[in-house]
T-cell receptor, first 113, second 109 residues
Framework: DTGVSQDPRHKITKRGQNVTFRCDPISEHNRLYWYRQTLGQGPEFLTYFQNEAQLEKSRLLSDRFSAERPKGSFSTLEIQRTEQGDSAMYLC???????????FGPGTRLLVL | GENVEQHPSTLSVQEGDSAVIKCTYSDSASNYFPWYKQELGKRPQLIIDIRSNVGEKKDQRIAVTLNKTAKHFSLHITETQPEDSAVYFCAALGNQFYFGTGTSLTVIP
């Protein structure tokens, strides 16, 4: 499968725990995006990378959220001290560049108990 | 506030009829406008897109129009089929990335 992949697909955690999600973009894509989607809503932009550089992070929901793309390939999104309100689908997407189609991964569904 | 507004939130049409979904945006730097279809439990899939230097684009039963002056764009689906039933999202991309809140389309056989 040469599409965007995400791991894990589902995560159940207890409030206060840290979680980390991984995204593997399409190999030749230099841009990688993270979104959050809650039920009945469209994807909400969180942050994005061009290669290893994080170009926008002001939309991250709080300082509990952080993302990395250390070698310009896969990326991780970490949520520290999870809260019940963090329960959502976390989507990753990648694209060749600016104004290019963003291809989405299958998402990681997070449930915080 | 909302940077992309999408209407209607739900839409039911008879099979064979047309469906129209409209979006407005506020960020004048937006210059790329994709439309995604998302079936229940699945990832958003691109169905058509338009760039700011084009006013209209068509791909078989699907068309998109863009009015950059008025900052609105629309998705048109003709000869709807039951398999068109899904949630459709518009997006306005530029320096920022904004998605609409989605339109749940139901095509009644």
């Amino acid at each position: 499968d040469t599409g965007v992949s995400q791991d894990p697909r589902h995560k159940i955690t207890k409030r206060g725990q840290n979680v980390t999600f991984r995204c593997d973009p399409i190999s030749e894509h230099n841009r990688l995006y993270w979104y959050r989607q809650t039920l009945g809503q469209g994807p909400e932009f969180l942050t994005y990378f061009q290669n290893e550089a994080q170009l926008e992070k002001s939309r991250l929901l709080s300082d509990r959220f952080s993302a990395e793309r250390p070698k310009g390939s896969f990326s991780t999104l970490e949520i520290q001290r999870t809260e019940q309100g963090d329960s959502a689908m976390y989507l990753c997407a990648s694209s060749m560049g600016v104004q290019e189609t963003q291809y989405f991964g299958p998402g990681t569904r997070l449930l915080v108990l | 506030g909302e940077n992309v507004e999408q209407h209607p939130s739900t839409l039911s049409v008879q099979e064979g009829d047309s469906a129209v979904i409209k979006c407005t945006y506020s960020d004048s730097a937006s210059n790329y406008f994709p439309w995604y279809k998302q079936e229940l439990g699945k990832r958003p899939q691109l169905i058509i897109d338009i760039r700011s230097n084009v006013g209209e684009k068509k791909d078989q039963r699907i068309a998109v129009t863009l009015n950059k002056t008025a900052k609105h764009f629309s998705l048109h689906i003709t000869e709807t089929q039951p398999e068109d039933s899904a949630v459709y999202f518009c997006a306005a991309l530029g320096n920022q990335f904004y998605f609409g809140t989605g339109t749940s389309l139901t095509v009644i056989p």
